[in-house]
């Protein structure tokens, strides 16, 4: 293999090209990113960043040196946005194409928009900038989701001194996602600081003056975020044959399944928040938006491309973390679609608790607040290990 070509210059796309270079790889290495930015650091960008504690330098994943070191054709601010996968050719916007032996998709997800114009959403470093400025004291900031991202950002404008609405279609935030009772504790979280939560509200425009919702009703706003959940950058690869469907399908390998009845043509591999594989581990295809699994999955397609003899299924235990006020969120595994939810430590009414996932007869996730990393972090190796439900502790049922 001479020439490899990774699309998407951010978490995934940066430990694929820093693993293939780790493990020998001396060809042709292009990464591609539309961004004009070197790689940053997302996570930050709803906590530190927004919250004026830190400053975008502080975001970048790599130093230029580091980023030198290796030997990339690094082009920046400029998109993909054709694959011709029998040719091996990517297309690029500034009518170039770039051949390829093997290729790496990581291009994330960009913020699902509602109609209206004015709203900020929260993606990129110039979001977050954006948004921060805005943010001064007495400011009314209408949030539009109450998902991880909605709350993050609520809290960090609450702490400036901006006043807040939340607005949330479920009836209980985080619920599809928690279950009923952790997403009912998270949320009492905004509403004791005075953060204005509104449940079972559909917003259906943003306005001028703020956003409307179903019911006809105008709420007033200064700035309004909309932060309802994300939709996967594929559409360049339109028309290549590779199967899209909620992000890039691909095995158990991070190949790209292909849409029969074309043939296989190989060599394309997918990581990080585009990418819907499957996960052995959970028996079930599945798309997280996580960022030690952009990383993680980074590193093992460039293996699995790379070494193809002697691959391996990228099968992990996917982890997240969340800061909100003064609560750290962290979750193992698997949790949408859980049975069962038990609290194993800790007390709920507190904010500092394990709960555990049951999914079918097995443990699939565990979340914890204001604990320990050390007190979630055995129930990480019961899932990995695929423990039956009923061996674990003793638990409440909620
Ligand atoms: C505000 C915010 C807060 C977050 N907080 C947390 C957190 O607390 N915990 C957690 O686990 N995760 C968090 N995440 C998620 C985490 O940041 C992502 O999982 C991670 O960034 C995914 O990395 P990625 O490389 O797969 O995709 P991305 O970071 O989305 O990068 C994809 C890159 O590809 C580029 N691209 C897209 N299309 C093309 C194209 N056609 N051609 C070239 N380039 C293209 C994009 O512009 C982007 O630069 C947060 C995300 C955001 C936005």
């Given at each position: 293999?001479?020439?490899?070509?990774?699309?998407?210059?951010?978490?995934?796309?940066?430990?694929?090209?820093?693993?293939?270079?780790?493990?020998?790889?001396?060809g042709t290495l292009t990464l591609v990113g539309d961004e004009p930015r070197a790689p940053?650091?997302?996570?930050?960008?709803?906590?530190?960043?927004?919250?004026?504690?830190?400053?975008?330098?502080?975001?970048?994943l790599r130093t230029p040196d580091d980023l030198a070191g290796l030997g990339l054709d690094l082009r920046l601010g400029v998109a993909a946005t054709g694959l011709e996968p029998v040719d091996r050719t990517v297309r690029l916007a500034d009518g170039s194409d770039l051949p390829y032996d093997g290729l790496v998709v990581a291009t994330g997800v960009r913020p699902r928009r509602l109609p209206g114009e004015g709203a900020h959403v929260l993606r990129t470093l110039d979001d977050a900038l954006t948004l921060r400025e805005r943010l001064t004291p007495g400011r009314h900031l209408v949030v539009v989701g109450a998902g991880f991202l909605g709350a993050e950002a609520a809290a960090v404008a609450w702490g400036l001194g901006a006043h807040v609405t939340l607005l949330e279609p479920a009836a209980v935030p985080l619920a599809h996602a928690v279950g009923t009772a952790v997403g009912q504790v998270l949320s009492r979280a905004h509403?004791?600081?005075?953060?204005?939560?509104?449940?079972?509200?559909?917003?259906?425009?943003?306005?001028?003056?703020?956003?409307?919702?179903?019911?006809g009703t105008v709420i007033d706003a200064d700035e309004v975020l909309v932060a309802v959940g994300s939709l996967p950058n594929t559409e360049w690869l339109d028309g290549s044959g590779l199967p899209v469907g909620?992000?890039?399908?691909?095995?158990?390998?991070?190949?790209?399944?292909?849409?029969?009845?074309?043939?296989?043509?190989?060599?394309?591999?997918?990581?990080?928040?585009?990418?819907?594989?499957y996960n052995p581990l959970f028996g079930t295809s599945m798309r997280v938006e996580h960022r030690t699994n952009a990383a993680e999955q980074g590193m093992a397609a460039a293996r699995n491309l790379l070494r193809p003899e002697a691959r391996k299924p990228f099968a992990p235990v996917p982890y997240f973390w969340s800061d909100q006020y003064d609560m750290k969120v962290q979750a193992y595994g698997f949790l949408r679609g859980h049975d069962e939810v038990a609290v194993v430590d800790g007390d709920l009414a507190e904010r500092r608790f394990v709960a555990v996932y049951r999914t079918g007869d097995r443990v699939s996730g565990a979340l914890a607040v204001g604990m320990p990393p050390k007190a979630i972090r055995l129930w990480r190796q019961a899932i990995a290990a695929g423990a039956a439900w009923s061996s674990t502790l003793r638990h409440v049922t909620l």
């Open positions: 293999m001479r020439r490899i070509v990774v699309v998407g210059a951010s978490a995934a796309g940066l430990a694929a090209v820093e693993t293939l270079r780790r493990e020998g790889y001396d940053y650091d997302r996570p930050p960008l709803s906590k530190q960043l927004l919250a004026a504690q830190w400053e975008p330098d502080r975001l970048a509403v004791e600081r005075g953060v204005d939560l509104r449940c079972g509200v559909t917003v259906t425009e943003v306005t001028e003056d703020g956003v409307r919702l179903a019911d909620d992000g890039l399908v691909c095995d158990e390998f991070c190949e790209a399944a292909w849409e029969s009845p074309r043939p296989k043509v190989g060599g394309v591999y997918a990581a990080g928040d585009v990418a819907r594989w």
